[in-house]
């Protein structure tokens, strides 16, 4: 069965011009239900931590150092079949190749500043939940 939740980021270009409301629209607007979130800004030594699976890639310095740049937003969010739902609604990791209307066409600038990132499996959301989220931060 598939999971009812899914975590994401709104990326550091997206929270620095602005577009941190229009894109919790899309998100709304979607049917997604906010079930925790806030705003901080990862330590590199974090960002390290949480990207620990691309470490061997090569980007993995770049995607630390910007994700570390500038604040974040980051969330759980709520609805039936949530991490495939979501993915729908960012659309692909390369802008160029984003469906029209998704997040990412709309407001990703390359394909590391995406603008939004979402989790690509259950496994993965409830891992990455866990990073940022205790128990009593959850609805
Ligand atoms: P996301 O899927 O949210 O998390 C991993 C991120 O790594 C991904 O978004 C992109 O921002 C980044 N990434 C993936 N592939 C590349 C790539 N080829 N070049 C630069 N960044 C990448």
Do not use: C, W
């Not at 939740?5 to 550091?12: A, D, G, L, R, W």
């Not at 990703?108 to 496994?123: F, L, P, R």
Request: glycine share 6%; no cysteine; aromatic share 10%.
């Amino acid at each position: 069965m598939n999971g009812n939740f899914t975590f994401s980021i709104i990326k550091p270009n997206a929270v620095r011009t602005g577009k941190t409301g229009p894109i919790l629209a899309m998100i709304n607007e979607a049917g997604f239900e906010i079930s925790a979130m806030k705003m901080l800004r990862m330590t590199r030594e974090q960002a390290e931590n949480f990207y620990e699976v691309h470490r061997e890639r090569p980007f993995y310095d770049s995607l630390v150092e910007f994700m570390s740049s500038g604040p974040v937003y980051v969330m759980i969010l709520r609805h039936d079949n949530a991490v495939e739902e979501f993915r729908k609604l960012i659309g692909a990791t390369d802008p160029a190749k984003a469906e029209p209307g998704t997040i990412r066409k709309i407001y990703a600038v390359s394909v590391q500043m995406n603008a939004i990132h979402g989790s690509d499996s259950d496994e993965n959301a409830r891992r990455e939940s866990d990073f940022f989220f205790s128990e009593i931060e959850r609805f």
